[in-house]
């Protein structure tokens, strides 16, 4: 299989598609919790798909959505060949208190701890 520059437009929670070790660079960013509806156009103003259960900016729960980043992020480190990238887009986001109670999203904050731990995880540092 040659993949040389290619671009998959999909969900990269299962990269069946790709060997292990097999990519030198990711570049990716994960839809907002909770802030924006993907199923908007940019305005926010009018439909243009339907939204879907599974799409990670549709979760309900902060906890589900980072649980489901998780998966994401393993199944990155699989495909990653050793010294690979991993580039994440992600702006601190102003989010609801009555969602996550703090006056920021930590969105940004989660996602680096989580890649430190799979890193560690990884190197059987626990």
């Given at each position: 299989m040659d993949f040389i520059n290619k671009v998959f437009f999909k969900s990269s929670k299962r990269m069946t598609e790709l060997p292990d070790n097999s990519v030198h660079l990711i570049v990716t960013s994960p839809p907002y919790f909770n802030i924006k509806d993907y199923a908007k156009n940019g305005y926010q103003t009018e439909n243009h798909s339907h939204k879907k259960q599974?799409?990670?900016?549709?979760?309900e729960s902060y906890e589900e959505y980072q649980e489901n980043l998780l998966e994401v992020w393993q199944e990155c480190e699989r495909v990653l060949k050793p010294n690979g990238k991993l580039v994440i887009n992600t702006p601190l986001m102003p989010m609801k208190k009555a969602d996550y109670?703090?006056?920021y999203n930590r969105h940004?904050?989660?996602?680096?701890?989580?890649?430190?731990?799979?890193?560690l995880v990884k190197q059987n540092f626990f």
């Open positions: 599974e799409d990670l900016g549709a979760l109670d703090t006056h940004i904050f989660d996602i680096k701890q989580i890649c430190s731990i799979l890193s």
